[in-house]
């Protein structure tokens, strides 16, 4: 692992988005061979992604050719709840870029099966070639998505 120390969240956020841009358009996705990204919610990232946001209506990346797997959503909030995470990553991000809506994958937090939810989740992210790249967000308690300290390092999609 690579430790990157920045001054500020700004410039912190503006290495990962910079990073990110890098790396897709060092794959030259395409229809065929999209890249892979996977994303998280809350506040820790908003500021990557309107960084993001800048470096697409730039000319610098294009998420045309980018396929999005979220970490995570609420069980029981239908997706134009306005806490659901679903809702947040349209208004905060992917309402701002040339992404296809087919191109983005949010667990649905209504489904009335949810381990089979999780497991066709998986098996589409397995579909897509698996995660490129992941942009992970670290809570001040240390959970990562719904992972919460001491879960298993080994767990799958819950």
Same mark, same amino acid.
């Given at each position: 692992?690579? @430790?990157?120390? &920045? ?9 990962a ?7 897709? +358009? =060092?794959?030259? %996705?395409?229809?065929? =061979? $999209?890249?892979? @990204?996977?994303? %998280?919610?809350? !506040?820790?990232p908003? @500021?990557?992604y309107?960084?993001? *946001? ?10 045309? +050719?980018? *396929?999005?797997? +979220? ?11 306005? &806490? ?12 701002? *870029?040339?992404?296809?809506?087919? +191109?983005? /994958? ?7 099966? %949810? ?27 240390? /959970?990562?998505?719904?992972?919460? $300290?001491?879960?298993? @390092?080994? !767990?799958?999609?819950?």
């Amino acid at each position: 692992m690579r @430790l990157i120390i &920045q001054s500020d969240a700004n410039q912190m956020a503006q290495w990962a988005a910079n990073y990110i841009a890098a790396k897709i +358009n =060092k794959a030259n %996705p395409t229809s065929e =061979k $999209p890249f892979v @990204l996977g994303l %998280p919610t809350g !506040s820790s990232p908003l @500021l990557t992604y309107k960084a993001l *946001i800048k470096l697409y209506e730039s000319g610098v990346v294009s998420f045309e +050719n980018v *396929i999005t797997f +979220n970490m995570d959503e609420y069980i029981g909030l239908p997706k134009d709840h306005p &806490q659901s995470y679903y809702t947040f990553m349209w208004q905060n991000f992917f309402n701002h *870029i040339d992404i296809k809506k087919e +191109n983005v /994958h949010i667990l649905n937090g209504m489904a009335e099966d %949810p381990e089979a939810e999780c497991k066709a989740y998986e098996d589409a992210m397995k579909d897509a070639g698996g995660v490129d790249l992941f942009l992970g967000g670290i809570g001040p308690d240390g /959970h990562i998505a719904f992972n919460e $300290p001491g879960s298993s @390092l080994s !767990s799958r999609t819950r």
